[in-house]
């Protein structure tokens, strides 16, 4: 090699010493070493000398533009002689111990590790190999291995493996040597195929006799080994033959734990863990564990380490090993199925409900005959690897086939069959001459009578409302008959609107006294409606002077409580003995314009329940008023599902129960399967109850004094979908530490493991004058538990387990009556009741229909309301106006669980209605076909995803069924007619709640959006596509600060094709057809970041939306718009607002920016928050950089 190749970088010289010796070494290779080797001997010595003394010759070798590495790798191949192959070994130990990876990666580039692992197999063949030799090349080894991808594949074919297994049998007391090789064999482990030969050639049992009990001496020597078995110990067949050491290892572990007393060896006691860990992913290895009392010896010693910080990783590994072994248990029920049943006159041909109803009686549906199936059940040792697998996998779910994404050109169905839908549009052919003008409100509004109850009701606050006249019939022929609804009327709101405003000044009666007080604890906690009204109760009632309710607990005994219900004779009587059961009720006239006690026990009477629910909740009966306060999301201290506190706490407090057997009480205490079952306390246990609408909570069985499992029930005709839950809790003590499991969860992770809180209504708390829902609950974790779920609850999946939420609660109110929920309730009573008090406050130019659109399967009515401008006269101008307003269809609530879906519906309601300007704006800008419940028989039921056919109904709008899907049937139906007569709605929205990702944000549709997240080739013909469906979003997130752009996704997926939205899109022809997702949990950006998000930010959203929607008619149709200029301004000043600090306004909250962020390790891309799907998540970056195509 000449001076010109080996120059180097500048700054260094040319002329450098080591590059003359390099220079001469090169030339000793190119004459093959065929010269005496005694010069190559001096050369590498003289080389090493400088490498050592000074620090600039390592940077010279190591430099880009220097070939030094190239000869030291090509004398270290040519040569023979042994001196000059140290003293080259001992140059490289000196290079790569120092600079870390770029030069161990210069080296491999270079073809390093080959020649390394060539000197290993020529050293094998001299017998013996030369100690100093072997010591030194695997000290190269060990430091190349780790950054060479491919080292265990290129020493498995180069037959290097047993070469080092090999020196490693022959030299056990030879720590020295021992130590490169422990270190060389771990990166050989960390491929599997390798691991599993080493096993094979005994390496396992060598790792055994290498370990041992505490000592001082050799304890790097340990450290190396324990790592070195917990690589090999990740295969499963090393596993299996190491599980006869489990006890060796807990022996091991106990004795470094016992003399350990200063920590200084945690990396030992780690690893000991480390082989527990990974033997306990077999079953064998796990029932090693239980025979060796494992969990005994890792629960005491953790709880030895809990004083002491440093050892969280120890106490973390050991929770782990101890969750993982934790025996499987069944659920305590005879069935997973739900309680109740509502028998279909038509199955479905296939799928889970058919499934469900084929099943042969006496199949155990809870747990499998061998639920510890070993493949299925090698566990994970973390929570979210399912969603781990979705993130990095490719998103399969696209739909790829263009086909499918172009709207449909042709109408599926007949427009003769469509015509019977012409009723529900009588807006586009009403020409109002037999309307007076100058009473609009007659005339406009169908008003159909309140069904008739089927059975006696006892309504302690009842008052005697007239029936009106029914003047528009429901849908006949298709659909069964539908019961007809009462009148549906809507009152003015503002956007703005603040009705907290007298939060702290409410007109409220004075608290009971300690009398009141004890009544309550021993029976109210909710009204009943078991027979006929009190005596004298009929007539009006002074809204500022209401007759008080009576404390139902007084006379309806609760289930699996104290006796038989009482009968309406027995209920009079007790009113008139026990004056004390009178609960004084607080004025709510300010607090709830649109709330009214009265007339929800009167609604309630025609809502129709599977259960056939005699009672009313106290919260749904006397309403909420949001708290004026701010609801902070829960700061997230320690990782998601990690085992520190909380966490690491209700994890000890679940091993306890198998340790210590006898102080568990399994006891229970209320039991919807055995509903006449007697529970006799003595007042030392909580009384449950969720026989009310939209009520959810199977079972509960007290554990420990203050600790309770859940069981939620199952959507009725289906065997799972467990998340929503909706009780009562009476009978606790003020002060006490009270834990709620409920333990069969079904997803693998939650909002509640980033700062979201379950809600809680107090009774007393209401009575004082504030009827709220608050966030509330501590310690608040979602983890695996040791519930076995079976193959028919989990889709043939086995070796599954159901997921816990658990929380504490401190009862602040002796007596209290307490309801706890999953988000804030909003039951169809409820709805029924809003639109009635709405309707009372119509403004006489409002456009106002409600029909029926059709009845559910339980009988219960569908709303469809009709909404927008009176025209100003009858002249041709103004009804042809009229008539060619734009439509928009807005629907929600088919998924009965998202309660928060009505809450934002509540607000488009209330805006809409609204006597403001800009509501007006709004009317007579568009006219609005709205379905504010498409799923009634699932809310009223309590269910959390399905209605009463056991399916999915946003599943079910390609193909819906009259029979088994009649509110979906029926709403396409309106929209195929709408196509029909070349009128498809401008707008399409499907409200609804997403239960594991933050903030409000759409789903919509686009070919373009979805052929960019595929491979598939496509012309830009094809592609071609208006952007318009953009718009919409845009607008949002520039208004509503609780919506998030980032979060939108426009991509259609494969497992989305029969969503309301991708159908709406596809079949309807409707470019903007959406699904809007709001939070169950809050903000993490804009003005609610860090806050949980409440009802009046639910509303506020709703309200903006229809502000989004009169934007949007202003960009779309600039010039008829023109002489609305109170439009602009008033949008101007809602803008403005947005980021304004109102002093009258205490529920105005400031940007946070400074507000910390967390990383969430959970999949977020489900609509609905279900099956997770990628698609979003690999959407978010693109849809920063396309936000301004808009």
């Not at 023979?80 to 990666?105: F, P």
């Not at 490719?394 to 012409?422: A, M, Q, W």
């Not at 169908?446 to 059975?455: D, L, N, Y």
């Given at each position: 090699m000449n001076k010109h190749n080996m120059t180097t970088?500048?700054?260094?010289?040319?002329?450098?010493?080591?590059?003359?010796?390099?220079?001469?070494?090169?030339?000793?290779?190119?004459?093959?070493?065929?010269?005496?080797?005694?010069?190559?001997?001096?050369?590498?010595?003289?080389?090493?000398?400088?490498?050592?003394?000074?620090?600039?010759?390592?940077?010279?070798?190591?430099?880009?533009?220097?070939?030094?590495?190239?000869?030291?790798?090509?004398?270290?191949?040519?040569?023979?002689?042994?001196?000059?192959?140290?003293?080259?070994?001992?140059?490289?130990?000196?290079?790569?111990?120092?600079?870390?990876?770029?030069?161990?990666?210069?080296?491999?580039?270079?073809?390093?590790?080959?020649?390394?692992?060539?000197?290993?197999?020529r050293a094998s063949k001299e017998s013996p190999p030369s100690e100093e030799f072997m010591l030194q090349l695997h000290s190269v080894l060990a430091k190349v291995g780790p950054k060479d991808r491919k080292f265990g594949v290129k020493a498995r074919l180069n037959g290097a493996l047993n070469v080092t297994v090999n020196l490693l049998k022959q030299n056990l007391q030879n720590h020295k040597l021992l130590l490169p090789c422990l270190l060389v064999l771990q990166v050989y482990s960390s491929n599997t195929v390798n691991a599993v030969s080493l096993g094979k050639n005994g390496v396992v049992e060598l790792m055994f006799r290498i370990i041992g009990p505490y000592s001082k001496k050799n304890t790097s020597l340990l450290k190396v080994s324990l790592d070195t078995l917990g690589a090999l110990l990740k295969s499963k067949t090393n596993a299996q033959r190491a599980v006869v050491h489990v006890p060796v290892l807990l022996y091991i572990y106990q004795d470094w734990h016992r003399n350990d007393t200063r920590h200084r060896h945690i990396l030992i006691r780690k690893g000991i863990l480390g082989c527990l860990k990974n033997i306990t992913n077999i079953k064998l290895g796990r029932k090693a564990f239980i025979d060796a009392d494992g969990m005994r010896i890792l629960y005491n010693t953790s709880n030895e380490c809990l004083p002491v910080r440093t050892l969280d990783p120890l106490i973390n590994t050991s929770s782990l090993i101890m969750r993982k072994c934790f025996p499987k248990n069944r659920l305590p029920l005879s069935t997973i199925k739900s309680v109740f049943h509502h028998q279909l006159l038509r199955v479905p041909a296939g799928g889970p409900v058919a499934?469900?109803?084929?099943?042969?009686?006496?199949?155990?549906?809870?747990?499998?005959?061998?639920?510890?199936?070993?493949?299925?059940?090698?566990?994970?040792?973390?929570?979210?690897?399912?969603?781990?697998?979705?993130?990095?996998?490719?998103?399969?779910?696209?739909?790829?086939?263009?086909?499918?994404?172009?709207?449909?050109?042709?109408?599926?169905?007949?427009?003769?069959?469509?015509?019977?839908?012409?009723?529900?549009?009588?807006?586009?052919?009403?020409?109002?001459?037999?309307?007076?003008?100058?009473?609009?409100?007659?005339?406009?509004?169908?008003?159909?009578?309140?069904?008739?109850?089927?059975?006696?009701?006892?309504?302690?606050?009842?008052?005697?409302?007239?029936?009106?006249?029914?003047?528009?019939?429901?849908?006949?022929?298709?659909?069964?008959?539908?019961?007809?609804?009462?009148?549906?009327?809507?009152d003015t709101i503002n956007i703005t609107k603040d009705q907290d405003g007298c939060g702290d000044h409410t007109h409220s009666r004075s608290h009971p006294g300690a009398g009141l007080e004890q009544e309550l604890v021993q029976g109210l906690e909710r009204v009943a409606l078991d027979g006929a009204g009190p005596q004298g109760g009929g007539g009006g009632v002074n809204k500022h002077n209401r007759q008080p309710p009576i404390l139902a607990g007084a006379v309806a005994a609760r289930l699996g409580g104290e006796g038989e219900e009482m009968s309406a004779e027995d209920w009079a009587e007790e009113e008139e003995s026990d004056e004390g059961a009178v609960l004084h009720v607080p004025d709510t006239a300010l607090l709830l314009p649109l709330h009214d006690p009265d007339l929800?026990?009167?609604?309630?009477?025609?809502?129709?329940?599977?259960?056939?629910?005699?009672?009313?909740?106290?919260?749904?009966?006397?309403g909420h008023v949001a708290p004026t306060s701010r609801e902070h999301i829960l700061e997230r201290v320690y990782g998601v599902q990690s085992p520190l506190p909380p966490f690491r706490t209700k994890i000890f407090q679940d091993i306890e129960r198998l340790i210590h057997p006898n102080d568990i009480l399994d006891k229970v205490v209320y039991d919807l399967d055995i509903q006449s079952c007697t529970v006799v306390d003595g007042g030392e246990s909580l009384k449950f109850n969720s026989q009310f609408e939209s009520g959810n909570l199977r079972k509960a069985v007290q554990v420990r004094k203050f600790e309770y499992d859940l069981v939620l029930n199952s959507d009725i005709n289906s065997n799972h979908y467990h998340?929503?839950?909706?009780?009562?809790?009476?009978?606790?003590?003020?002060?006490?530490?009270?834990?709620?499991?409920?333990?069969?969860?079904?997803?693998?992770?939650?909002?509640?493991?980033?700062?979201?809180q379950v809600l809680m209504y107090s009774v007393q708390e209401a009575i004082s004058g504030r009827p709220r829902w608050v966030r509330t609950g501590t310690d608040i974790c979602y983890y695996k538990n040791h519930f076995s779920r079976s193959s028919i609850a989990a889709g043939g999946q086995k070796g599954k387990s159901y997921y816990t939420m658990t929380f504490s609660m401190t009862f602040n109110h002796k007596d209290d009556v307490c309801y706890f929920a999953y988000h804030y309730p909003y039951t169809y009573t409820t709805l029924k009741m809003h639109l009635q008090k709405l309707e009372a406050l119509r403004t006489p130019q409002t456009y106002l229909r409600e029909d029926v659109l059709c009845e559910t399967l339980g009988g219960n009515s569908c709303p469809l309301l009709t909404i927008t401008a009176m025209p100003e006269s009858t002249s041709n101008d103004q009804i042809c106006q009229f008539r060619n307003r734009p439509l928009v269809f807005l629907s929600s609530r088919v998924h009965p669980g998202e309660t928060n879906a009505s809450w934002v519906m509540k607000g488009t309601l209330e805006f809409l209605m609204g006597s403001s300007p800009l509501a007006h704006s709004l009317r007579e800008a568009y006219i609005f076909k709205i379905v504010p419940m498409l799923n009634p028989d699932g809310v009223v039921n309590g269910n959390h995803r399905c209605s009463l056919s056991g399916e999915d109904l946003n599943r079910q709008w390609q193909n819906p069924s009259p029979e088994l899907h009649p509110t979906i049937y029926h709403t396409k139906s309106l929209l195929q007619y709408l196509a029909a007569i070349q009128r498809a709605p401008l707008v399409f929205c499907d409200y609804h709640g997403h239960s594991r990702k933050k903030n409000v944000f759409m789903y919509g549709c686009s070919l373009k959006e979805t052929v960019w997240e595929t491979n598939i080739s496509a012309t830009s013909c094809e592609l071609h596509e208006d952007l318009g469906y953009r718009t919409l979003p845009k607008i949002l997130s520039q208004m509503a600060p609780a919506f998030s752009m980032a979060s939108c996704s426009f991509v259609v997926e494969r497992s989305k094709e029969a969503t309301a939205r991708v159908v709406v899109w596809r079949e309807i022809g409707v470019q903007r057809s959406y699904t809007m997702e709001s939070t169950l949990c809050g903000c993490d950006q804009g003005k609610y970041k860090g806050l949980q998000i409440g009802t009046r930010e639910l509303e506020e959203m709703g309200a903006q939306f229809c502000v989004a929607l009169l934007r949007l008619k202003r960009?779309?149709?600039?010039?008829?718009?023109?002489?609305?200029?109170?439009?602009?301004?008033?949008?101007?000043?809602?803008?403005?607002?947005?980021?304004?600090?109102?002093?009258?306004?205490?529920?105005?909250?400031?940007?946070?920016?400074?507000?910390?962020?967390?990383?969430?390790?959970?999949?977020?891309?489900?609509?609905?928050?279900d099956e997770p799907d990628t698609a979003d998540n690999h959407l978010s970056e693109s849809n920063n950089h396309r936000d301004s195509l808009t």
């Open positions: 970088e500048k700054g260094i010289p040319s002329n450098s010493r080591v590059l003359m010796l390099f220079g001469q070494l090169e030339k000793l290779n190119r004459e093959s070493m065929l010269v005496d080797p005694e010069i190559a001997r001096q050369i590498t010595a003289k080389v090493l000398h400088l490498i050592q003394t000074q620090e600039k010759t390592r940077k010279e070798i190591m430099s880009k533009a220097s070939s030094g590495m190239e000869v030291i790798l090509a004398t270290l191949e040519n040569t023979q002689d042994l001196q000059t192959i140290l003293n080259i070994l001992y140059i490289l130990n000196e290079l790569l111990t120092v600079g870390g990876g770029r030069r161990i990666g210069v080296f491999v580039s270079k073809g390093g590790t080959g020649i390394l692992l060539q000197l290993v197999i499934q469900l109803y084929n099943q042969p009686l006496g199949v155990d549906d809870v747990v499998d005959e061998s639920d510890n199936n070993e493949d299925a059940e090698a566990e994970n040792d973390t929570e979210n690897e399912v969603e781990e697998k979705y993130r990095h996998a490719g998103n399969d779910d696209v739909e790829t086939d263009i086909n499918k994404l172009r709207p449909k050109e042709t109408h599926s169905r007949p427009f003769e069959e469509l015509k019977i839908y012409e009723r529900f549009f009588m807006e586009l052919s009403e020409d109002f001459q037999v309307f007076n003008f100058d009473n609009p409100k007659r005339g406009v509004t169908a008003t159909p009578a309140a069904p008739k109850s089927h059975r006696p009701i006892i309504v302690p606050t009842a008052q005697a409302l007239p029936l009106k006249t029914p003047t528009a019939a429901p849908l006949q022929g298709e659909c069964p008959h539908p019961a007809p609804v009462p009148a549906l009327g809507l929800y026990m009167e609604m309630v009477k025609s809502t129709r329940s599977v259960p056939q629910f005699s009672e009313v909740a106290y919260p749904d009966y006397f998340q929503w839950f909706y009780f009562e809790v009476s009978g606790m003590r003020v002060g006490a530490p009270y834990r709620f499991n409920i333990i069969n969860c079904e997803k693998s992770n939650s909002q509640f493991n980033y700062g979201m960009l779309t149709s600039p010039l008829k718009l023109r002489n609305h200029a109170h439009l602009l301004d008033v949008e101007s000043d809602l803008m403005e607002t947005r980021c304004k600090v109102s002093s009258s306004n205490p529920s105005t909250y400031l940007l946070e920016d400074e507000e910390a962020s967390f990383m969430e390790e959970v999949d977020y891309s489900a609509e609905s928050g």
